[in-house]
């Protein structure tokens, strides 16, 4: 059994009480160690990568206890890939609070920032239903102090509406787990996918009710219409680096939906059938079109960027709502990219808001300090955002539109259109932002000294999508065999071991 | 005592979305806390209802109820009351600073001002 697969949970659950108790009053230690420990996750997590990569899917059983009864943490080729993501993007972030001082504008960064990647890696790598919503709050309890890091009234109350909108999601996944769990009497994913295979024909109806509950909880993380308005006002008022972290918390609807999805309820289980790819279908069409729309109707520049990230989702749900393993590797890249490209441009968005306290986008404002560095940081991101070459976007977009020629007529038409009205909104906004600015005479505002760490934390994210573009070819051909894995999960049942099956 | 169960859940449910529903923060959060209750019951039900039946093994006893379900409620029960503590300590933090508990965001009138009590 190889350990190593819980120490991304462990690692920093360890660390954060340590950061509470020990070092709550020297920032700078906090600092040290929450680098550190962000960096050893890093380290961690690309060890898994190699492992998931070379083994076949690996479970890791806490306690000993035998499958069906005790929680499993489960390391496949999805799994890993998440928390390597997760990881990479946090050690960004968290180089990024620190140069930018975020960190310091309020207690506790640091700790809640390691809770929120413990929540976030243990989501990803359980194997369990019920587990999953345990880190699911472990994850949100973080996401609400950090939502609310550094005061102020408009971020505390638009705190207040994101934790009721998540309370009330827990809810129905918990009446949707009950449910599942009433019917088939198991929570272990490995276990649910043998037992739902072979449900009996009076039971099905019951269960497609709970499998659309657990879509629903899905849909709400992941920020499909109808269930996407708690994302602009939460993402506009969030920190600029809790913004830019939470743009993995979305892909944990997007991990959920495919995790659930190709093992629990594929396609061709009798119970369920196509519902949910139905469902994903026609609901991710309107969210690409809700989003682009946003874009081009935003008044301030991070709910643009938070309507970017719908958008985004909106696409990802398309490749994902196809079920086949093309299109779930497409989604997987697309994922990928979506994940580090909206990060990117929150953080961008976080330098404009920094130099001077008004993004609003209605008219122009004075000039803001390293205006011209900035504004090409705003055009990378952007380029990759709206899905232009050469960044990964446009080859992000191109699989999943290669991946979706049987539904061409009305799936190409609305990607390429959303494209285009993304495009346009990109353009109003930069310019608004960048060029007006030199319109108005009043004089530049008094420039914060520029921070190198937080510059270069930026351009660093741009450079991995400069990597993901360069490197496309052996990235695919590693997400082809990830995406054929979860299409055929024999492999990850078998690595459960739950008796009678061997 | 399922239907009485049934419509407890029922009951509950409807009374806390009702409650979710309202504008200020005092209601929404007791409309949460009721639907929590609502849910852990229905986790307790799911398991099946069972009268004087033990969770545990014992030698002499033929027949038991289900013991996950009430680890389940329990975890559920825990994760809720802290998440309530959030929630309540949140929005009073948001009702000291704006100086009303509405959970709407609409108002933008005397918004200049916001900015001014960052701390």
């Not at chain 1, 799936?411 to 285009?420: F, G, K, P, Y």
């Given at each position: 059994?190889?350990?190593?697969?819980?120490?991304?949970?462990?690692?920093?659950?360890?660390?954060?009480?340590?950061?509470?108790?020990?070092?709550?009053?020297?920032?700078?230690?906090?600092?040290?160690?929450?680098?550190?420990?962000?960096?050893?996750?890093?380290?961690?997590?690309?060890?898994?990568?190699?492992?998931?990569?070379?083994?076949?899917?690996?479970?890791?059983?806490?306690?000993?206890?035998?499958?069906?009864?005790?929680?499993?943490?489960?390391?496949?080729?999805?799994?890993?890939?998440?928390?390597?993501?997760?990881?990479?993007?946090?050690?960004?972030?968290?180089?990024?609070?620190?140069?930018?001082?975020?960190?310091?504008?309020?207690?506790?960064?640091?700790?809640?920032?390691?809770?929120?990647?413990?929540?976030?890696?243990?989501?990803?790598?359980?194997?369990?239903?019920?587990?999953?919503?345990?880190?699911?709050?472990?994850?949100?309890?973080?996401?609400?102090?950090?939502?609310?890091?550094?005061?102020?009234?408009?971020?505390?109350?638009?705190?207040v509406?994101?934790?009721?909108?998540?309370?009330?999601?827990?809810?129905?996944?918990?009446?949707?787990?009950?449910?599942?769990?009433?019917?088939?009497?198991?929570?272990?994913?490995?276990?649910?996918?043998?037992?739902?295979?072979?449900?009996?024909?009076?039971?099905?109806?019951?269960?497609?009710?709970?499998?659309?509950?657990?879509?629903?909880?899905?849909?709400?993380?992941?920020?499909?219409?109808?269930?996407?308005?708690?994302?602009?006002?939460?993402?506009?008022?969030?920190?600029?680096?809790?913004?830019?972290?939470?743009?993995?918390?979305?892909?944990?609807?997007?991990?959920?939906?495919?995790?659930?999805?190709?093992?629990?309820?594929?396609?061709?289980?009798?119970?369920?059938?196509?519902?949910?790819?139905?469902?994903?279908?026609?609901?991710?069409?309107?969210?690409?079109?809700?989003?682009?729309?946003?874009?081009?109707?935003?008044?301030?520049?991070?709910?643009?960027?938070?309507?970017?990230?719908?958008?985004?989702?909106?696409?990802?749900?398309?490749?994902?709502?196809?079920?086949?393993?093309?299109?779930?590797?497409?989604?997987?890249?697309?994922?990928?990219?979506?994940?580090?490209?909206?990060?990117?441009?929150?953080?961008?968005?976080?330098?404009?808001?920094?130099?001077?306290?008004?993004?609003?986008?209605?008219?122009?404002?004075?000039?803001?300090?390293?205006?011209?560095?900035?504004?090409?940081?705003?055009?990378?991101?952007?380029?990759?955002?709206?899905?232009?070459?050469?960044?990964?976007?446009?080859?992000?977009?191109?699989?999943?539109?290669?991946?979706?020629?049987?539904?061409?007529?009305?799936?190409?038409?609305?990607?390429?259109?959303?494209?285009?009205?993304?495009?346009?909104?990109?353009?109003?906004?930069?310019?608004?932002?960048?060029?007006?600015?030199?319109?108005?005479?009043?004089?530049?505002?008094?420039?914060?000294?520029?921070?190198?760490?937080?510059?270069?934390?930026?351009?660093?994210?741009?450079?991995?999508?400069?990597?993901?573009?360069?490197?496309?070819?052996?990235?695919?051909?590693?997400?082809?065999?990830?995406?054929?894995?979860?299409?055929?999960?024999?492999?990850?049942?078998?690595?459960?071991?739950?008796?009678?099956?061997? | 005592?399922?239907?009485?169960?049934?419509?407890?859940?029922?009951?509950?449910?409807?009374?806390?979305?009702?409650l979710?529903?309202r504008l200020r923060t005092f209601p929404v959060i007791v409309g949460?806390?009721?639907?929590?209750?609502?849910?852990?019951?229905?986790?307790?039900?799911?398991?099946?209802?069972?009268?004087?039946?033990?969770?545990?093994?014992?030698?002499?006893?033929?027949?038991?109820?289900?013991?996950?379900?009430?680890?389940?409620?329990?975890?559920?029960?825990?994760?809720?009351?802290?998440?309530?503590?959030?929630?309540?300590?949140?929005a009073?933090?948001?009702f000291?600073?704006?100086?009303h508990d509405r959970v709407d965001?609409?108002?933008?009138?005397?918004?200049?001002?916001?900015?001014?009590?960052?701390?």
């Open positions: 059994m190889n350990h190593w697969i819980i120490a991304p949970v462990i690692l920093p659950a360890l660390l954060a009480p340590l950061i509470i108790l020990l070092m709550r009053n020297d920032l700078l230690l906090q600092r040290v160690f929450s680098i550190a420990g962000t960096v050893a996750l890093t380290l961690i997590s690309f060890a898994l990568l190699w492992a998931a990569t070379v083994n076949p899917p690996e479970v890791y059983f806490p306690g000993d206890w035998p499958a069906p009864f005790g929680i499993v943490l489960v390391l496949d080729r999805l799994s890993a890939l998440m928390v390597a993501l997760t990881a990479v993007l946090g050690l960004a972030v968290v180089l990024y609070a620190i140069g930018t001082g975020w960190d310091a504008r309020g207690r506790h960064f640091h700790a809640l920032f390691q809770f929120q990647l413990m929540g976030i890696c243990g989501a990803f790598l359980t194997g369990d239903a019920f587990n999953l919503f345990v880190f699911f709050e472990v994850l949100l309890i973080a996401s609400y102090g950090l939502m609310v890091h550094g005061g102020g009234r408009e971020r505390t109350r638009a705190g509406q994101y934790i009721a909108f998540n309370l009330l999601g827990s809810s129905l996944l918990l009446i949707a787990l009950a449910s599942i769990y009433a019917i088939t009497g198991t929570l272990n994913m490995a276990d649910l996918a043998v037992k739902v295979a072979a449900l009996p024909e009076g039971d099905a109806a019951l269960m497609r009710v709970a499998a659309v509950m657990l879509i629903l909880v899905f849909a709400i993380k992941g920020a499909l219409v109808p269930l996407q308005f708690w994302l602009p006002g939460t993402y506009a008022n969030a920190p600029g680096p809790v913004a830019a972290l939470f743009s993995v918390m979305t892909k944990i609807g997007a991990y959920a939906i495919i995790r659930i999805g190709t093992l629990v309820f594929p396609p061709d289980t009798p119970a369920t059938g196509t519902l949910i790819a139905d469902l994903l279908l026609g609901s991710a069409l309107i969210t690409l079109i809700l989003g682009a729309v946003g874009v081009l109707g935003a008044t301030t520049l991070a709910r643009m960027v938070a309507y970017a990230g719908i958008a985004s989702m909106g696409t990802l749900f398309l490749a994902i709502a196809a079920f086949t393993p093309q299109a779930t590797a497409a989604a997987l890249y697309y994922m990928i990219h979506s994940t580090l490209a909206t990060a990117a441009m929150f953080l961008v968005a976080d330098l404009v808001l920094s130099r001077r306290q008004d993004d609003s986008l209605r008219h122009s404002l004075p000039p803001i300090a390293q205006s011209g560095l900035i504004a090409s940081l705003f055009f990378a991101t952007a380029i990759a955002m709206a899905g232009m070459p050469p960044l990964s976007g446009f080859l992000g977009k191109l699989l999943v539109l290669d991946a979706l020629r049987d539904q061409a007529a009305i799936v190409w038409s609305v990607i390429l259109v959303t494209s285009l009205i993304t495009i346009i909104g990109f353009a109003r906004g930069g310019s608004v932002l960048f060029w007006k600015s030199h319109a108005s005479d009043e004089v530049v505002e008094t420039a914060p000294e520029p921070d190198p760490l937080a510059f270069t934390m930026v351009i660093a994210l741009i450079g991995a999508l400069g990597a993901m573009t360069v490197f496309a070819g052996p990235l695919m051909g590693w997400l082809e065999v990830a995406a054929a894995e979860l299409h055929d999960p024999a492999a990850y049942i078998a690595a459960n071991r739950l008796p009678g099956s061997e | 005592m399922e239907a009485l169960v049934a419509s407890a859940i029922g009951l509950m449910t409807a009374a806390g979305i009702y979710t529903l949460l806390t009721l639907l929590s209750y609502a849910v852990n019951v229905f986790i307790f039900a799911a398991g099946r209802l069972a009268v004087n039946m033990p969770p545990i093994y014992d030698a002499a006893v033929k027949s038991y109820a289900d013991p996950l379900p009430q680890a389940l409620v329990l975890t559920a029960i825990v994760i809720s009351f802290g998440m309530t503590a959030v929630i309540v300590l949140v009073l933090a948001a000291l600073k704006s100086g965001m609409t108002d933008e009138p005397d918004d200049a001002a916001g900015t001014g009590d960052r701390e």
